[in-house]
């Protein structure tokens, strides 16, 4: 320290003591001395020992007893230089094995050895039992599972007469890998095929089923896939596997339509490594690719018409949207290898898009007279997505409103109409049609490409709560026309979207002749010419 500011030196060095005899430290090999009373035979007892006069009164208690240390024998030194050279106390060293034991072998003593030697015999004794029952459990699990097997085979034999094959083919996949644990299974080529089918009509039920049967994981089924190499371009090993199933179909699964339509992509380059290029550019099958950068994909898809099945076709990468000479290329080749199997759709169904419109109307020549374009020598008819249809409907009504007729006749179909409907209804307790909002007359941005918010305002509920104010002399008489404007509409859109043969609502059967949407085109026959936006 310093003794002038009286603060402590930055470099002061500490100083070191050397302490002559300085005591070792307490640890494992030097014990605590304890208290512990010497064992006297009846000649010492008799005689009083005169080692135990010669102690010195320092080295006693008040009861007469010796101190004696425990281990090891380091401690033992200390105490006897501790005691006078004359002093012939009894020094015991104690083991902690057992209380009162003053035995200790010493580190190389023959019973040591043969003790370790005894350890070493047990323990390899041990192993080799266990070994003995290893074998012998694998040798009966190996019996269980034969015997298991057998049984399996007879109780599979018996089933055969009993149900059908494809679900005695379940039953037989689910023993054979109950048996399997659950990372040593393996799938056959058609167990991984019903699975893919189970999953891909719902992953949430087959989900479920996983929890109850042995099924292959999600992974599995995505490196099955894996394996099936799809480019752009129409796959000729698709249109094979086509042709076989169609073979099998009868003639009324066999009419079907043929869809198209474009779908947004985000702009990316990958690198394929199996075809060794670069994925991402503007590619067209057989018809070769660009430098652009695809930010569309065009599907073609193929479904049935009497009977519920659909399978993709083909697709391509595009820039922006196709070319109508381009468009017109891939549908006839499409058309072409769909008749190769014995199968032409009936029509072609897609949106309203600038480049179908264009491709339809300038090089196919399709009109309101001839609503179908040639191919080679027969006609496939065109029709507009319906759903599509609806919501360009929705739009153009609320932009520029509708008038049918003329002179006297002239009828005003109004969007305010919808507006005030919507402004009287709101503050009803029970409403008219409450799945009207805000959002399907304001229409924020993207809305207009929801097709189910032009059918909830293009709907009957609506047509008749405005026909209703009309008769109560809430809203004028010309939201009349607006009322049967959306109620026709309704029907239209009702009859595109049947799916079943029989239904209880008048347009929610299929179309036949006679039936209900037939009836209703027939009578708005002479409603759809003087209809103009």
């Known amino acids: 320290m310093n003794s002038k500011h009286d603060k402590l030196i930055w470099n002061a060095v500490p100083t070191l003591f050397d302490v002559p ?104 004794q041990l192993r080799r039992q266990k070994e003995k029952d290893k074998q012998k459990s694998k040798y ?65 039920s087959y989900k479920l089923l996983q929890n109850i049967f042995c099924m292959p994981s999600k992974r599995t089924l995505q490196r099955t896939l894996q394996n099936c190499s799809l480019y752009p371009g129409f796959s000729k090993q698709l249109f094979d596997t086509l042709k076989i199933k169609m073979q099998q179909a009868s003639e009324k699964a066999k009419d079907c339509v043929l869809m198209f339509d474009e779908m947004s992509l985000k702009r990316k380059l990958v690198y394929n490594r199996e075809r060794d290029c670069i994925e991402g550019f503007e590619d067209f099958g057989i018809l070769g690719t660009t430098q652009c950068i695809a930010d569309h994909v065009l599907v073609f898809m193929l479904r049935g018409v009497s009977v519920k099945w659909k399978q993709p076709l083909a697709y391509f990468f595009v820039s922006g949207s196709v070319k109508p000479t381009i468009l017109r290329q891939l549908l006839h080749d499409c058309l072409a290898k769909l008749e190769e199997i014995e199968l032409l759709p009936k029509a072609v169904i897609c949106d309203q898009g600038p480049t179908n419109r264009c491709y339809m109307e300038t090089l196919e020549k399709v009109s309101v007279s001839q609503p179908f374009l040639f191919h080679g020598c027969k006609k496939v008819y065109v029709i507009y997505d319906p759903p599509h249809l609806l919501k360009n409907i929705r739009n153009n009504f609320k932009k520029h409103d509708f008038v049918s007729g003329s002179g006297e006749n002239r009828q005003n179909v109004c969007w305010k109409h919808v507006s005030e409907f919507y402004a009287f209804d709101r503050n009803l307790p029970i409403r008219m049609a409450p799945r009207l909002t805000d959002k399907h007359l304001d229409m924020p941005p993207f809305t207009s490409m929801r097709v189910n918010l032009a059918a909830q305002v ?34 239209i859109f009702n009859a595109c979207n049947s ?35």
Request: proline share 5%.
């Open 21 to 124: 005899n300085k005591p070792a430290p307490v640890t494992e090999k030097r014990r605590h001395v304890v208290k512990h009373a010497p064992e006297l035979n009846a000649s010492a007892k008799s005689s009083k020992s005169p080692g135990l006069k010669n102690i010195p009164s320092e080295h006693k208690d008040s009861t007469n007893e010796v101190l004696v240390v425990k281990e090891p024998f380091s401690a033992a030194v200390t105490i006897s230089n501790v005691l006078p050279a004359s002093s012939s106390a009894n020094l015991e060293l104690v083991n902690d094995r057992s209380e009162g034991c003053s035995r200790r072998f010493s580190f190389n003593s023959s019973d040591k050895k043969k003790l370790k030697n005894e350890i070493v015999r047990l323990r390899n």
């Open 140 to 204: 009966n699990s190996g019996l269980t599972r034969k015997q298991e097997a057998a049984s399996c085979d007879r109780l599979i034999a018996e089933l055969c007469n009993h149900l059908p094959p494809s679900t005695v083919s379940f039953l037989k996949t689910q023993i054979n890998m109950g048996l399997v644990s659950k990372h040593g299974r393996r799938w056959t080529v058609d167990e991984k095929m019903f699975a893919m089918s189970v999953f891909y009509q719902s992953r949430k």
């Open 458 to 491: 293009l709907s009957h509920s609506v047509a008749a709560g405005i026909e209703t104010l009309c008769h109560l002399g809430k809203l004028d008489r010309d939201a009349e026309h607006t009322a049967k404007f959306i109620d026709l509409f309704d029907k």
């Open 499 to 533: 799916r079943t043969i029989k239904s209880s609502q008048p347009m929610g059967h299929a179309v036949s002749n006679g039936s209900g949407p037939v009836v209703m085109m027939c009578s708005s026959k002479t409603y759809w010419p003087t209809c103009k936006s």
